[in-house]
């Protein structure tokens, strides 16, 4: 997805691997309806949540899909985060963060369990550290599982970029643009802004992995008004985001001494239910289609491949995310 200003992170990448984001499909979760707003209601959506704080679970599954079609290889993460509002920002927490590749085992990160980093409000989303919403890239280097198994390369920036996804749905989607076009322009049912990220470029380096000249500029990106939702028994205002036209080239270093350049272009969409009375977001659907080509010198040829990613986030309570497993 992408932050104030600029980006979405391509995600994931792999040698010979042609990396591509889906956005498949806007995902619908269960549990929720939709409800008939009154005829010419209007609507308050500050982007500015009260000081309650929310707990999440958010899971991103990745499929690989061949040049003929065929779905090859599986992978799944699963974040579980709190976050809460404190002078100057957010302070976040992960719980606990699973990976699993294909049917085997799902593995905790051990690196990421009870990691705590605050969230920060910057215009361009980016710090001091060129660092994505100042969180630490280096958490993101060397990562092992449970079992001390280090994580292949391209899941590795999968696991950052699910940190990523979850501050574009919740604190960029649903934050205020200043001065507009963002989430407090939109009214009445059908309302729609071009969003204050559109044509915008970002940075997608991670430490040594992805180099610092790899950027991601933003088609025109969209947010739409489009009814109201209850999920869990909260009325919810229901959103709809589109990324438009986006593009993307990265240098990745998947071992030392080795460059590999990916190009390609991405276009995601999906749903956001942003709470009427708290204005925290309490769900969001998510799908992407990205298509790349990959070279190197190392490689004879270019290879050209394709990603799907669908993303569920929901909110959930104290006891769920303490339970988290």
Same mark, same amino acid.
């Given at each position: 997805?992408?932050?104030? %200003?600029? +980006?979405?992170?391509?995600?994931?990448?792999?040698?010979?691997?042609?990396?591509?984001?889906?956005?498949?499909?806007?995902?619908?979760?269960?549990?929720?309806?939709?409800?008939?707003?009154? %005829?010419?209601?209007?609507?308050?959506?500050?982007?500015?949540?009260?000081?309650?704080?929310?707990?999440?679970? +958010?899971?991103?599954?990745?499929?690989?899909?061949?040049?003929?079609?065929?779905? %090859?290889?599986?992978? @799944?993460?699963?974040?579980?985060?709190?976050?809460?509002?404190?002078?100057?920002?957010?302070?976040?927490?992960?719980?606990?963060?699973?990976?699993?590749?294909?049917?085997?085992?799902?593995?905790?990160?051990?690196?990421?369990?009870?990691?705590?980093?605050?969230?920060?409000?910057?215009?361009?989303?980016?710090?001091?550290?060129?660092?994505?919403?100042?969180?630490?890239?280096?958490?993101?280097?060397? +990562?092992?599982?449970?079992?001390?198994?280090?994580?292949?390369?391209?899941?590795?920036?999968?696991?950052?970029?699910?940190?990523?996804?979850?501050?574009?749905?919740?604190?960029?989607?649903?934050?205020?643009?200043?001065?507009?076009?963002?989430?407090?322009?939109?009214?009445?049912?059908?309302?729609?802004?071009?969003?204050?990220? =559109?044509?915008?470029?970002?940075?997608?380096?991670?430490?040594?992995?992805?180099?610092?000249?790899?950027?991601?500029?933003?088609?025109?990106?969209?947010?739409?008004?489009?009814? @109201?939702?209850?999920? =869990?028994?909260t009325r919810c205002a229901l959103l709809a985001f589109d990324?438009?036209?986006?593009?993307?080239?990265?240098?990745?270093?998947?071992?030392?001494?080795?460059?590999?350049?990916?190009?390609?272009?991405?276009?995601?969409?999906?749903?956001?239910?942003?709470?009427?009375?708290?204005?925290?977001?309490?769900?969001?659907?998510?799908?992407?289609?990205?298509?790349?080509?990959?070279?190197?010198?190392? +490689?004879?040829? %270019?290879?050209?491949?394709?990603?799907?990613?669908?993303?569920?986030?929901?909110?959930? @309570?104290?006891?769920?995310?303490?339970?988290?497993?």
């Amino acid at each position: 997805m992408f932050v104030p %200003k600029a +980006m979405r992170l391509p995600a994931p990448l792999r040698v010979g691997a042609f990396t591509i984001f889906l956005l498949a499909a806007a995902l619908v979760s269960p549990g929720h309806s939709r409800v008939a707003p009154a %005829k010419d209601e209007t609507f308050v959506l500050t982007g500015v949540p009260d000081a309650s704080g929310q707990r999440y679970r +958010m899971t991103t599954r990745v499929t690989h899909i061949e040049p003929d079609g065929q779905r %090859k290889r599986r992978e @799944t993460y699963t974040l579980w985060i709190q976050i809460a509002p404190v002078p100057g920002g957010d302070s976040v927490t992960c719980r606990r963060f699973l990976f699993q590749s294909g049917d085997g085992p799902a593995v905790a990160l051990p690196a990421l369990e009870g990691w705590s980093y605050g969230f920060r409000h910057l215009r361009t989303g980016v710090d001091q550290k060129r660092q994505i919403f100042g969180i630490d890239q280096g958490r993101f280097e060397n +990562m092992v599982d449970e079992k001390g198994a280090p994580l292949p390369f391209d899941a590795s920036y999968a696991v950052f970029n699910a940190f990523v996804d979850f501050h574009s749905l919740g604190q960029v989607f649903c934050a205020p643009g200043t001065p507009g076009h963002g989430i407090q322009d939109l009214h009445r049912i059908g309302d729609r802004v071009v969003h204050f990220a =559109a044509h915008s470029e970002a940075p997608v380096h991670l430490g040594t992995l992805a180099d610092t000249g790899s950027t991601f500029l933003n088609g025109e990106a969209t947010l739409m008004l489009k009814g @109201t939702s209850v999920v =869990a028994g909260t009325r919810c205002a229901l959103l709809a985001f589109d990324s438009g036209e986006s593009s993307f080239h990265m240098t990745v270093h998947p071992a030392p001494n080795m460059d590999i350049f990916v190009v390609g272009g991405s276009h995601y969409w999906g749903e956001l239910y942003v709470d009427l009375a708290t204005q925290w977001l309490r769900r969001a659907t998510m799908g992407e289609v990205v298509v790349s080509e990959t070279s190197g010198a190392v +490689m004879p040829d %270019k290879i050209h491949g394709v990603i799907e990613r669908q993303i569920a986030l929901e909110s959930i @309570t104290r006891d769920e995310f303490e339970a988290a497993k």
